[in-house]
T-cell receptor
Framework: AQKVTQAQTEISVVEKEDVTLDCVYE???????LFWYKQPPSGELVFLIR??????QNEISGRYSWNFQKSTSSFNFTITASQVVDSAVYFC???????????FGKGTRLHILP | SAVISQKPSRDICQRGTSLTIQCQVD?????MFWYRQQPGQSLTLIAT?????????ESGFVIDKFPISRPNLTFSTLTVSNMSPEDSSIYLC?????????????FGPGTRLTVT
């Protein structure tokens, strides 16, 4: 069975600090897709990134970066120079196929303190 | 990207009644999904809305309680039937879009349901 674990339930950091959100996944399949979503207080889910299992390159998008390591089954998300607007719940997720359901982790609530 | 809208955005309903939530996508999509997010919890898939056939339900969810329609490639509805306070949740519609042989999955803004 597939599983996504986000061990950090809640994190608080002061603005401008860097913060890493951890994500560990479990699957026996060799083909899968990993996601990160942001859910701000308004409630909508914002798509951040999708990574397939054959692409282990790290990705950087502005202040956001993702570290995908198949050896440790991890797909961690780092926010550099955090801002108050980054405060949200962040979900890591996994799917095996394009047409399949997405399995979500329990989420990490991130508080950026001014 | 796809823009997904949901109606209503929120509602307060009495127990025993039913509510139908509408999901509209601004482009044709193959796969649409309905998720539930209970207060302070993660997202749980209710069902996959298939165009032209019955929805596929996940364990713990049944058609009598959550009937789903998918009349075309841009629209779906979810009905929450015979509601109880335990149905108070955010209900989110989701759709997959394909671009350059790859895909993304987007979510609607959600419908915040309170059952009294």
């Amino acid at each position: 069975a597939q599983k996504v674990t986000q061990a950090q339930t809640e994190i608080s950091v002061v603005e401008k600090e860097d913060v890493t959100l951890d994500c560990v996944y479990e699957t026996r399949d060799t083909t899968y897709y990993l996601f990160w979503y942001k859910q701000p207080p308004s409630g909508e889910l914002v798509f951040l990134i999708r990574r397939n299992s054959f692409d282990e390159q790290n990705e950087i998008s502005g202040r956001y970066s993702w570290n995908f390591q198949k050896s440790t089954s991890s797909f961690n998300f780092t926010i550099t120079a955090s801002q108050v607007v980054d405060s949200a719940v962040y979900f890591c997720a996994l799917t095996l196929n394009r047409d399949d359901k997405i399995i979500f982790g329990k989420g990490t609530r991130l508080h950026i303190l001014p | 990207s796809a823009v997904i809208s949901q109606k209503p955005s929120r509602d307060i309903c009495q127990r025993g009644t039913s509510l139908t939530i509408q999901c509209q996508v601004d482009s044709q999509v193959t796969m649409m999904f309905w998720y539930r997010q209970q207060p302070g919890q993660s997202l749980t898939l209710i069902a996959t809305a298939n165009q032209g056939s019955e929805a596929t339900y996940e364990s713990g969810f049944v058609i009598d309680k959550f009937p789903i329609s998918r009349p075309n490639l841009t629209f779906s509805t979810l009905t929450v039937s015979n509601m109880s306070p335990e149905d108070s949740s955010i209900y989110l519609c989701s759709a997959q879009t394909f671009r350059d042989s790859d895909y993304e999955q987007y979510f609607g803004p959600g419908t915040r349901l309170t059952v009294t």
